[in-house]
Each structure stands twice: as structure tokens, then as C-alpha cells.
């Protein structure tokens, strides 16, 4: 992992607010299986695994000290006794900080839970801002919300013999997102800003995203690994250094096609019709997945409202 100056963190276009993704149908958590992935020096990425593709629900990292253990990212609250369990099992610890990647409810839907057992829930300041004031659905539990927020390009949370840099990218995935570098373990905790396999969900043009930052986040992932990185990304199985250069690829390939496409004047249902991403599908489509299959329409958007702004 090369070292991470906050200098390069992205400073992109204003802020504007976000809701949290609340949007879920009924699932099944049960048959939900939570794998512990050891990536070394007391590292482990929890990764959840389900036969349903439609079933959207983010990885979580954990990182053992000798006094305490930092998570990144609560899944959902059903899942919550599994995730805890699976934690019990590595160490005895006690969870004394949760980070927030992103304020999306299948990245932040146990914090209560993890809280209730004394962790001090830590995001960025954007992420309390979405939470406390969402652009639209239901309001979040208050006990849900992030306990310490930071501002600016990062920030450290530490427990003994642990440490995690928190990188703000910003209008990235949201306008909220951290990617989290444990450095002793050479591990990269990416939130939504990487998926492997599929496309990542996108959100609605003006609620703080921008395809300049969601390139501009995966390329700074990209840029701070090398052949020995280990990375979990925000939903799936976890990626190299190689894996994340394919994503940030397909993300400045897609957007190029969209926007040749939107300069010819096509329409949504034109583009819809004519499947132009038909290559890229063949690796990053996941059938089945909601996310994912919406990826056209959703990036459409949001290239043809970059390029229609001022
Ligand atoms: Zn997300």
C-alpha cells in the first residue's frame, strides 16, 4: 500500500444532500451466510453470502487490537447477531468503534446494535447530514446516527495495535463516503466506491454523487494498493489491486459510451433499446440484482445531468 497523503483527496463540485438508500423488500435474512475472511495482521473482512442476487447487502471489515476491535459497516439489523457472532469467534474484545463508510442502510442498519454494546459510531459529517435530514423517506433512528463525524479530507481511529485512516472522497458513491486503509494490514475497506462482481447502484443525479468522483474514488483505491492489497469492496468478495483498476476501467468506459450517446441526442428509452453497454455487461452484470441491472438507466442519468449542467 503506498502511503496516503489527505492532499490527494478530491475536492470536486458542491455539496448538496442525500437521502439514505431505504428502499428494501422483504429478504429472507436467515439463509444470509456471514464468512470470516482473514487478511492477515488481525484483519478480516465479514462477507455476506446469499444464494437471492437481489439481496443487496454490504461487506463488513474488522480489525482485532490488543484492547478493542474497529468495524467497518453494520449490514442490516437482522444480520446483526450473525455478524457479532462471527466476531466472538476471532476475538473476545469488545467493539469499541464502528465506521460508517457511507450513510446507506445496508451499510449502516446495525449501528444501533453495535452502539447498545458501547461502540462509538464514526462517519463523515455528510453522513450525519443524511441521516438526521434525509432528502426523502422515512427519517432515521436517531440511535442510528454516527456519534463522532469528521470533517475535511480524513481522519485516524485507533485502538491498540490497530489503526484505520479514514480518506474522505468526495461526491463520489455519495457526498458522504470514506474509504477506510488499515496500513498495517495493507487493507482497504472501500464502501459503495467498489464492487466486485457487478455495477454499483447510483444514486439520482443531485444527491451529492458525481461520475468525476466515483472515478476519481476508485482510482485513488487503485492508486494506494499494489500487488499485496487486499481490498473489501462495498458488496461482494474481496479484490486486488487488478480487480479495482477493471472496476475504475469500466466506470470511465461506460461513462465515455453514455456520453457519445447523449451528444447524439439519445433518449433514455433509445439507450434502454440499444443495450450500448452490452460488452461491459457480459463481466458486470449481475442478473437478479436490482443495482446492478439499473446501472444503464441510473449512469445514463447522471452523465446526461453532468453534461447538461452550466
Ligand atoms: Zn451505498
New binding site residues.
Partial sequence: MTKITFAAALLLGSCVALGP?SAQRAFDYSKVEEKAVDLGHGVFGIIPTSDDPAMAI?CTTIAVGTDGIIVVDTQFPALYDKIRARIREISPLPVKFVINT?A?G??TGANTNFAHDGAIIVAHENVLKAMSHPAAGAPVPKENWPGQTYSGQGTEVKVAGQRAELVHVEHA??DGDTIVFFPDADVIAT??TMHRPGYP?VDAPGSGNSTDGMIAAAAFTVDHSDARTKIVP?HGQVMDKAGARSFRDMLVTARAILRKDIAKGMTEEQVVAAQPLSALDKIWLVKGNGASTRFLVNYYRLVKSEMAAP
Wanted: a negative charge.
Fill in positions: 438508500a454490504g457511507h446507506h445496508d451499510h458513491h455519495t464502501g459503495d447502484s462495498g
